[in-house]
């Protein structure tokens, strides 16, 4: 995979936004009530996580993309 995303490499801007936003709207096309709840809910979970990594890291753009892809993940 390029750059290493795979494997915890760099991520860019555009790319944490567009996976993010995408794996929402996955996530939200579930039929089953309980497992889209969980999952959504495992999702915001290790969004934190994600989150605390890229701030050691210095990448607070990262995270801004992030949370904008998940805000439009949820409102399209």
Do not use: T
Not at 3 to 12: D, F, M, R
Not at 38 to 48: K, P, S, T, Y
């Amino acid at each position: 995979h390029k750059v290493g995303a795979s494997s915890e490499g760099e991520i860019s801007e555009f790319s944490a936004y567009w996976i993010m936003r995408n794996r929402i709207k996955f996530l939200r096309s579930y039929k089953n009530f309980v497992k889209k709840f969980i999952a959504l809910n495992l999702q915001l979970f290790m969004h934190v996580i994600r989150n605390i990594k890229w701030f050691l890291k210095g990448k607070e753009n990262v995270i801004n993309a992030q949370s904008k892809g998940m805000k439009d993940g949820f409102l399209s």
